[in-house]
């Protein structure tokens, strides 16, 4: 193949050119939030996009580096804000790279032996998650939060696993205006 020159805007995430553009509604993800009767609502009202990913055009083969941006925009279910499905990799000796372009989240990544960590989300902040650490984003900022990352070409997606266990087990929820990162409790 041959090289690629793309822009990236990290005031709106997009990528010039990018590959196949992902764009996950509040229905794409059914039973992930805490307070399913809001989610309910919000489905039926407006059923919003929670976040896109634009991909650089690259082939999903080992060798090559899977990389682009994801954009998740700024909005509640609930207590809980938006955030992503999260996934393990189906090559659990693929690790990833997260470098913070605009807005403030957490990064809630966890083994499946039960260690739960996270990492805040600011503009300039780099977070390697190790391979076997499954990660799932959350943006608690008033705006969007963009981010870029890179992962091995051959790492896959594995949801199956994360939607077994009940979700993750730490939550990201508005308590007094703030946001709280807390164990999800019982959902496992
Ligand atoms: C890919 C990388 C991100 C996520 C994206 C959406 O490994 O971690 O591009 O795919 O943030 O998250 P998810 O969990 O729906 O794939
Ligand atoms: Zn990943």
């Known amino acids: 193949m041959d090289p690629i020159r793309a822009a990236l ?26 307070d399913s009767a809001a989610e309910a609502r919000l489905v039926d009202e407006a059923n919003p996009v929670l976040y896109e990913v634009f991909p650089l055009d690259v082939p999903e083969e080992e ?24 996934h393990f990799h189906e090559n659990d000796r693929s690790a990833e790279v997260y470098h913070t372009l605009r ?3 957490y990064l809630l990544i966890e083994t499946g032996d039960g260690r739960a ?6 503009p300039g902040s ?3 998650i190790p391979p076997g650490w499954a990660h799932r984003t959350v943006n608690v900022g008033q705006g969007p ?4 990352y890179a992962m091995p070409g051959d790492a896959g997606h594995d949801y199956g696993s994360i939607e077994l266990r009940g979700g993750f087990r730490e939550v990201v929820v508005e308590e007094s205006g703030l946001p ?9």
Do not use: N, W
């Open 103 to 105: 807005g403030l989240g």
């Open 63 to 86: 060798g090559h580096v899977l990389c682009g941006t994801t954009v998740i925009h700024p909005g509640k279910v609930g207590t809980e804000y938006f955030m992503t499905k999260g």
């Open 117 to 122: 960590e996270h990492c805040e989300m600011k």
């Open 9 to 34: 805007d990290a005031e709106t995430g997009q990528v010039e050119p990018h590959g196949e553009a992902i764009t996950r509604r509040l229905s794409d993800m059914k039973g992930y939030y805490l």
């Open 145 to 148: 939060l963009v981010f870029f």
């Open 180 to 188: 709280v990162v807390q164990p999800s409790g019982g959902r496992q």
């Open 126 to 128: 780099v977070c390697y």
